[in-house]
């Protein structure tokens, strides 16, 4: 609409030359309307949702390997993730593909870090998410081993994070796991709960909201599918949201509202 608009507004003011400023600045406006300042052209995404893919499975595969074995867990994980995403057979292959290519002996991730960074660095819920993935996959055999935790510490820093801010969303994360499959009503379940919104007991009602706002607004179906993320991966980002949501809600539970 606001190409149309420009256009009219560009002749009338500047003749035929003004026009095209005028379209062109308006499908700029038109952009920042249908997907948000740093929004994505689902026409443009694709592109960006191809590195995101290629780039979780070949640092699964990384992952895997860096104890030295990939466990039946692993593999399970992996595989699950898969069913998840509903990929065709040949989409399986590809992933597969990639997954061994990871996996291989010294394998060299800092290309497809930097092509990440390249196509999806400036967009930072990609960066986050990215994570998010890599360390539930971490968690799959119930655990996170010295290996595994230098290869996450290795990653989030080619993906700008410092130590420190890894380690809090690490944490985080950790908790959040805590809650699925009805592990919320263990005894330890209120202490993990502030742990999975990053706060603690000590923190107020309006710093506790603000901590679960900002998460649940990361994990968002239509602010993640708007900045580059494959639609068919926002299942697995749901379910971080529903553990968001158990921990917000025991801890409003246990504060009496």
């Known amino acids: 609409m606001f190409r149309l608009i420009g256009a009219l507004v560009g002749f009338y003011l500047y003749g035929f030359l003004g026009a095209i400023i005028g379209f062109f600045l308006g499908g700029i406006v038109d952009r920042i309307g249908a997907y948000g300042v740093g929004g994505v052209n689902p026409l443009s995404s694709g592109h960006r949702q191809t590195v995101f893919l290629e780039t979780v499975f070949v640092l699964m595969g990384k992952l895997a390997k860096a104890d030295g074995r990939i466990s039946e867990d692993e593999i399970s994980y992996v595989e699950q993730f898969m069913q998840k995403l509903g990929m065709s057979a040949e989409h399986r292959q590809q992933a597969i593909a990639l997954f061994k290519q990871g996996s291989a002996p010294d394998y060299d991730m800092g290309s497809n870090i930097k092509q990440f960074m390249s196509v999806c660095g400036h967009t930072h819920s990609l960066k986050q998410m990215l994570l998010v993935y890599l360390i539930v996959m971490a968690l799959s055999d119930g655990r996170i081993d010295t290996a595994e935790e230098r290869l996450l510490i290795d990653i989030a820093q080619q993906l700008g994070y410092d130590q420190a801010t890894f380690q809090h969303m690490l944490e985080m994360v ?22 999975a919104l990053g706060v603690s007991k000590e923190s107020t009602d309006q710093e506790v909201k603000k901590a679960y706002r900002k998460l649940i607004s990361q994990y968002h179906p239509d602010k993640l599918i708007g900045q580059g993320l494959p639609e068919d991966m926002i299942a697995v980002a749901t379910e971080q949201a529903k553990e968001v949501q158990l921990a917000y809600d025991l801890i409003m539970k246990s504060r009496g509202q």
């Open 174 to 195: 950790l908790n959040q796991t805590h809650f699925a499959a009805g592990q919320a009503a263990s005894a330890n379940a209120l202490d993990d709960a502030y742990k």
